[in-house]
């Protein structure tokens, strides 16, 4: 282990203030951690009855990892539970289900009563236009209330719903089109980024044009700019109006799917992973209940896009599961001026907020002047999941944003389905950038390549040791993809891909993707590791770190940085020189590329492949649809290029 490994993860627990403390949450984590320890499956039944069953299940777990059942013989809806349930209490009928803001600014407010009417006619609508229990509808929406509505319309009669990223372009969503084969497609004229609109409906048109089978499209108009329909489209509005009744709730089996997310990677054919409907709805509930720990008067920010499985897990299904009033934003965080984030954490009086890494760090380099102006005394809490959260922004943010606040930072997959491991909120310590320990119901392992388990302090593959109800059950239409890709390698476990280590506390630390593990001169190094160096230094304000092959010693890292405007004139030579200083000589990085921004998907997650793909062959390979902005990573391509041609000039 390299020592800056090592003196990472010996970073020292932050023991919570004690104004971050919550005595009956600490209870009831206590209570599920005596659960766990007994028995991980007596936390699982303890977490299924807390939901509402149309049928009590008679089995709670039978086989193992890669082919299991949870709650099998029950029956349960995923929209009951997470809609109606509230709806028909008279405490929280009238409690805001969803606050949503526009990024024009318009606004809207939706009790649970109103959410339940709202997503009972959708539901018969859809029955309406011909799609029955099993059928796919694809969700083809930008953050709006009918993006919860549309889902849990879906989970009321039992259709099989796939959500669609609004970012996505027509060869995008016509592949996943092709592979989900949808009955119905529910879509947005447009939607608003940045001050301006997406063509959502006519990228689908386009996308829907060569299918053998057209789905019927039914059409939301978010700009008001009352398009003309086609004959097998029709509008959203008119749709519900036609709805005297609502949809019968349909009595699911726990582990029928319940919804497809297609994953990106390295090939132009992205794989749908299927979740089931009671482990979704058990695992998010409990995902939210620690991660979160809700209270009666939260106001919860899932700063994230509906595209993101975080968005679903969190608020669509997670939160509302655990009646929370959750704020829902359509656009860009910083548009149209730096302090839309703090503007409407004030407008709505946000008590705990989810976002992914980049959006801290984002805050981070708007400046502590912005951050002083607006104090945000309500904020209670921040948690962050999808990518390494580097302990300097984990630093500000505890100390700086909302005047200091605990920062809960998790790890989990879009296969797992929700997350897994991080500090259960109001009770345990933290500790910048690792995500914690697993919560009650997990169990995990790093081993070698060989399937021994490693001792502390030395780096390993992750894997999951037992079954979680929330694991996907299978890849869509594929069940050999989906055995091959997970459990083979380490049979009997499911294989996460990614590097970790578990340090002195117990505290897991997730280094990245297997593959971001390089190996310079026979020597392995996350590039984890090298990114926590690189951004260390005075002036930057982001850094993502790569491997790329090299003739002589195998891969070579290269580092992308975004830098401060008042960063010094030497910051490259600075971090050329920090890294072999810190880690060894042997971390020579092959070259440093300064660019304005970083490619990420909507959400802010930094996409390292395509740097990878950009760093080593001049280009970008293999799926490149979850992109927020493609004219970034072009301009990217052009500094690596224009690097190149430089150092070739100057040989």
């Known amino acids: 282990m390299s020592d800056n490994l090592s003196e990472l993860i010996s970073t020292p627990l932050l023991p919570l203030r004690p104004d971050w403390q919550s005595p009956a949450h600490k209870r009831a984590a206590e209570h599920a951690r005596a659960l766990h320890a007994e028995d991980p499956d007596k936390y699982w039944e303890w977490v299924g009855r807390q939901q509402r069953w149309q049928r009590p299940w008679s089995t709670l777990r039978e086989g193992e990892l890669g082919d299991f059942t949870y709650y099998a013989g029950g029956s349960i809806n995923v929209a009951d539970n997470c809609v109606d349930r509230w709806a028909e209490d008279p405490r929280t009928r009238d409690?805001?289900?969803?606050?949503?803001?526009?990024?024009?600014?318009?606004?809207?407010?939706?009790?649970?009563?109103?959410?339940?009417?709202?997503?009972?006619?959708?539901?018969?609508?859809?029955?309406?236009?011909?799609?029955?229990?099993?059928?796919?509808?694809?969700?083809?929406?930008?953050?709006?209330?009918?993006?919860?509505?549309?889902?849990?319309?879906?989970?009321?009669?039992?259709?099989i719903y796939t959500i669609l990223f609004s970012g996505f372009s027509e060869e995008a969503v016509r592949s996943r089109l092709e592979q989900a084969e949808p009955k119905a497609v529910v879509v947005a004229d447009a939607s608003y980024r940045r001050g301006r609109e997406v063509p959502l409906l006519d990228t689908l048109r386009a996308a829907r044009a060569s299918l053998p089978q057209q789905p019927v499209t039914i059409v939301l108009d978010r700009t008001g700019n009352a398009r003309a329909l086609t004959a097998d489209e029709t509008g959203y509005a008119e749709l519900l109006a036609a709805q005297v009744e609502p949809a019968p709730m349909a009595e699911m089996d726990p582990n029928e799917p319940a919804f497809l997310i297609f994953t990106s990677g390295t090939s132009a054919r992205p794989k749908g992973v299927v979740h089931s409907v009671a482990g979704f709805l058990v695992g998010t509930w409990a995902n939210v209940r620690w991660q979160v720990g809700p209270e009666d008067d939260d106001v919860y920010w899932v700063a994230a896009d509906v595209g993101w499985l975080t968005f679903p897990i969190q608020a669509v299904v997670g939160g509302l599961a655990n009646g929370m009033t959750i704020v829902c934003y359509e656009g860009a965080l910083d548009a149209p001026t730096p302090?839309?984030?703090?503007?409407?954490?004030?407008?709505?009086?946000?008590?705990?907020?989810?976002?992914?890494?980049?959006?801290?760090?984002?805050?981070?380099?708007?400046?502590?002047?912005?951050?002083?102006?607006?104090?945000?005394?309500?904020?209670?809490?921040?948690?962050?999941?999808?990518?390494?959260?580097?302990?300097?922004?984990?630093?500000?943010?505890?100390?700086?944003?909302?005047?200091?606040?605990?920062?809960?930072?998790?790890?989990?997959?879009?296969?797992t389905g929700s997350t897994w491991t991080y500090p259960i909120h109001g009770v345990d310590s933290l500790k910048a950038g690792s995500v914690g320990t697993p919560v009650p119901g997990h169990t995990c392992a790093v081993v070698d390549d060989a399937g021994r388990e490693v001792p502390a302090g030395v780096k390993g593959n992750l894997v999951i040791t037992r079954p979680l109800p929330t694991l996907a059950r299978s890849v869509w239409r594929d069940p050999a993809r989906y055995t091959e890709t997970y459990f083979t390698r380490f049979p009997g476990w499911y294989a996460t891909s990614d590097e970790a280590v578990v340090d002195a506390d117990g505290h897991l630390w997730v280094l990245g993707r297997s593959d971001d593990v390089i190996n310079i001169a026979a020597h392995r190094i996350s590039t984890m590791e090298i990114e926590e160096v690189v951004g260390s230094v005075a002036g930057v304000l982001e850094a993502a770190v790569v491997g790329i092959p090299d003739a002589t010693r195998g891969t070579v890292p290269v580092a992308f940085v975004r830098l401060a405007a008042a960063a010094p004139a030497d910051t490259v030579e600075t971090i050329i020189a920090a890294a072999p200083g810190q880690l060894g000589k042997y971390v020579q990085l092959a070259d440093v590329f300064v660019v304005d921004q970083l490619p990420r998907t909507r959400t802010g997650k930094t996409m390292r492949r395509l740097l990878r793909d950009v760093a080593a062959e001049g280009r970008t390979s293999g799926d490149t649809s979850a992109v927020e902005d493609l004219a970034v990573l072009e301009q990217i391509v052009t500094v690596v290029r224009d690097s190149k041609r430089k150092a070739e000039e100057n040989k």
């Open 339 to 415: 302090d839309r984030f703090y503007r409407i954490c004030e407008k709505y009086g946000v008590t705990k907020l989810l976002a992914a890494p980049t959006v801290l760090r984002m805050l981070r380099g708007l400046g502590d002047a912005l951050n002083d102006a607006h104090p945000l005394p309500q904020l209670e809490l921040v948690t962050v999941q999808g990518e390494p959260l580097d302990s300097e922004t984990f630093t500000w943010t505890n100390l700086h944003l909302g005047g200091g606040v605990p920062v809960v930072n998790a790890y989990g997959q879009t296969e």
């Open 95 to 159: 409690k805001p289900a969803i606050i949503w803001e526009g990024e024009p600014g318009d606004s809207r407010t939706v009790t649970y009563a109103e959410l339940a009417d709202e997503v009972g006619r959708l539901a018969a609508g859809l029955s309406a236009v011909g799609v029955r229990r099993g059928d796919v509808v694809a969700i083809y929406l930008p953050n709006t209330v009918e993006a919860f509505v549309a889902v849990h319309a879906c989970n009321r009669i039992g259709a």
